[in-house]
């Protein structure tokens, strides 16, 4: 097993990386627990594939557990779904020291992340993400929410959980596109603060997507080392976690723009949001113009989105985008703040950018469509 120690004081926790944990969760998630139960909340197709082996896990160690099953998708990550998990969860008497277990992808996570940092004023809980993308991204650092119609993850918490089982065995169950679109958080890990990282994955990203199970524990724990050692230096993001976010500036006004739905995979969008904060770098002519060429090279031998023309359906004119863009988190007195780079592997927060360049990234990107 891999532990990645994310030290928080009084809320540190591991993320804890290895084959077989699901099976094992009950002897890993006791030493926590003030009583033998625990309560799931996952979603239907994870509930399909996986939830029997939880809670077999779970009785092996004899912990009883209760499970709410929701809707997968999206569309989850909003307030009937929080309302339905919080009201659930009450009717079932859970107290402060219990644990909740959230128990599927980023969705998941983050809802039931939220649930339990409002319930009660706060509850603990245990992450369990089944994509990649939770795995090496949305189930560490302890951001929860859901989003609003204004935009994406607009309504949330910072709470952290008490454990991270990231089961690789469980990646091998999810779609090529669903693995490829978590894909999309790794990759940034490399375009913005490890370049060694970058040339890794440019090597031995094929193999890792077709199943080597050695390279994806590498690929998360690489990836779950560099976020946690961001939250570390500024959990809230005062500072300089605010660079998890390269291409989410873009990738997040491209979700609102596709409404949330199968046209655009939160991953795929911050993949094509990467690729977009590069070129709007070496316009800006911070980086070579030979970078973002780079790395919609690696997207594309990897199979994935890479630019607007990929995406189906109609989108915004290039303000209407940015119009999306203003509703983003990482506003600041009405000013955009942009996650730059001026290398792969080397990425900064900009306060005042050229919104007529990011205009002219925008404009070409879709003249090409």
Same mark, same amino acid.
């Given at each position: =097993?891999? %532990?990645?120690?994310?030290?928080?004081?009084?809320?540190?926790?591991?993320?804890?990386?290895?084959? &077989?944990? %699901?099976?094992?969760?009950?002897?890993?998630?006791?030493?926590?627990?003030?009583?033998?139960?625990?309560?799931?909340?996952?979603?239907? /197709?994870?509930?399909?594939?996986?939830?029997?082996? $939880?809670?077999?896990?779970?009785?092996?160690?004899?912990?009883?557990?209760?499970?709410?099953?929701?809707?997968? *998708?999206?569309?989850?990550?909003?307030?009937?779904?929080?309302?339905?998990?919080?009201?659930?969860?009450?009717?079932?008497?859970?107290?402060?020291?219990?644990?909740? %277990?959230?128990?599927?992808?980023?969705?998941?996570?983050?809802?039931? *992340?939220?649930?339990?940092? %409002?319930?009660?004023?706060?509850?603990?809980?245990?992450?369990?993400?089944?994509?990649?993308?939770?795995? +090496?991204?949305?189930?560490?650092?302890?951001?929860?929410?859901? /989003?609003?119609?204004? *935009?994406?993850?607009?309504? &949330?918490?910072?709470?952290?959980?008490?454990? +991270?089982?990231?089961?690789?065995?469980?990646?091998?169950?999810?779609?090529?596109?669903?693995?490829?679109?978590?894909?999309?958080?790794? +990759?940034?890990? &490399?375009? $913005?603060?490890?370049?060694?990282?970058?040339?890794?994955?440019?090597? /031995?990203?094929?193999?890792?997507?077709?199943?080597?199970?050695?390279?994806?524990?590498?690929?998360?724990?690489?990836? +779950?080392? #560099?976020?946690?050692?961001?939250?570390?230096?500024?959990?809230?993001?005062? @500072?300089?976690?605010?660079?998890? /976010?390269?291409?989410?500036?873009?990738?997040?006004?491209?979700?609102?723009?596709?409404?949330?739905?199968?046209?655009?995979?939160?991953?795929?969008?911050?993949?094509?949001?990467?690729?977009?904060?590069?070129?709007?770098?070496?316009?800006?002519?911070?980086?070579?113009?030979?970078?973002?060429?780079?790395?919609?090279?690696?997207?594309?031998? =990897?199979? #994935?989105?890479?630019?607007?023309?990929?995406?189906?359906?109609? $989108?915004?004119?290039?303000?209407?985008?940015?119009? $999306? =863009?203003?509703?983003?988190?990482?506003?600041?007195? @009405?000013?955009?703040?942009?996650?730059?780079?001026?290398?792969? @592997?080397?990425?900064?927060?900009?306060?005042?950018?050229?919104?007529?360049?990011?205009?002219?990234?925008?404009?070409?990107?879709?003249?090409?469509?």
């Amino acid at each position: =097993m891999t %532990i990645v120690h994310v030290p928080l004081g009084t809320r540190a926790y591991d993320v804890r990386i290895a084959s &077989g944990l %699901i099976s094992r969760a009950g002897e890993e998630v006791a030493p926590l627990l003030n009583r033998p139960k625990v309560w799931i909340v996952t979603e239907a /197709n994870v509930a399909k594939l996986h939830l029997a082996a $939880l809670q077999d896990g779970l009785a092996d160690a004899d912990i009883a557990n209760e499970a709410l099953i929701l809707p997968a *998708g999206e569309a989850t990550k909003s307030w009937p779904y929080l309302t339905q998990t919080v009201e659930w969860l009450l009717d079932q008497k859970v107290e402060r020291k219990d644990i909740v %277990i959230a128990f599927g992808g980023g969705v998941i996570g983050d809802l039931v *992340g939220f649930a339990a940092a %409002i319930l009660r004023r706060g509850v603990r809980f245990v992450q369990v993400p089944t994509s990649l993308l939770a795995q +090496v991204d949305s189930s560490v650092g302890g951001k929860t929410g859901i /989003n609003a119609p204004q *935009g994406k993850n607009l309504i &949330g918490a910072f709470h952290q959980p008490s454990l +991270v089982l990231a089961d690789i065995d469980v990646l091998g169950t999810l779609t090529k596109r669903d693995f490829l679109a978590g894909y999309g958080e790794v +990759v940034k890990y &490399g375009g $913005l603060g490890d370049g060694a990282f970058f040339e890794w994955l440019e090597t /031995n990203g094929p193999a890792l997507a077709t199943g080597d199970t050695a390279l994806r524990e590498e690929a998360v724990r690489r990836s +779950v080392q #560099m976020k946690a050692d961001i939250v570390v230096r500024d959990e809230t993001e005062q @500072g300089d976690r605010a660079l998890l /976010n390269l291409g989410h500036t873009f990738g997040h006004a491209l979700e609102a723009a596709t409404g949330y739905s199968d046209r655009l995979l939160h991953g795929e969008g911050v993949a094509i949001g990467c690729a977009l904060a590069f070129e709007t770098s070496a316009r800006l002519g911070l980086l070579s113009q030979e970078s973002p060429s780079r790395f919609r090279q690696h997207l594309s031998a =990897m199979g #994935m989105k890479k630019d607007l023309s990929d995406i189906d359906g109609d $989108l915004p004119d290039a303000p209407g985008l940015l119009e $999306l =863009m203003g509703q983003d988190k990482k506003v600041e007195q @009405g000013k955009l703040r942009f996650i730059l780079a001026r290398s792969i @592997g080397d990425a900064f927060v900009a306060d005042d950018v050229d919104l007529s360049v990011v205009r002219g990234v925008l404009d070409d990107a879709l003249a090409a469509r």
